[in-house]
């Protein structure tokens, strides 16, 4: 399964096995994304028009909604730091 999202939109999820998309699997506006390889959890990082501070939103790999928190103005990265 793989993720797909682009500037300013939702994010789609991608069955590679069965050759299908999930469109609007999550809603929110993507501006970044990544994947944290130890629980399968989605990172959208949304630039609201970078007017403004933006949001980075945290889902399950079954698309639930975490988590929120704030990032400075344009997050356009996502990295995990692991010790």
Request: glycine fraction near 12%; charged fraction near 20%.
């Amino acid at each position: 399964t793989g993720i797909a999202g682009f500037f300013g939109g939702p994010v789609h999820r991608i069955s590679l096995s069965s050759r299908t998309v999930q469109m609007g699997f999550i809603s929110d506006t993507s501006y970044a994304m990544a994947v944290d390889e130890f629980n399968g959890d989605l990172y959208v990082a949304n630039a609201k028009n970078f007017s403004e501070n933006g949001l980075v939103s945290v889902y399950s790999n079954t698309g639930v909604l975490r988590k929120r928190f704030a990032a400075q103005r344009g997050p356009g990265a996502i990295a995990f730091r692991r010790r």
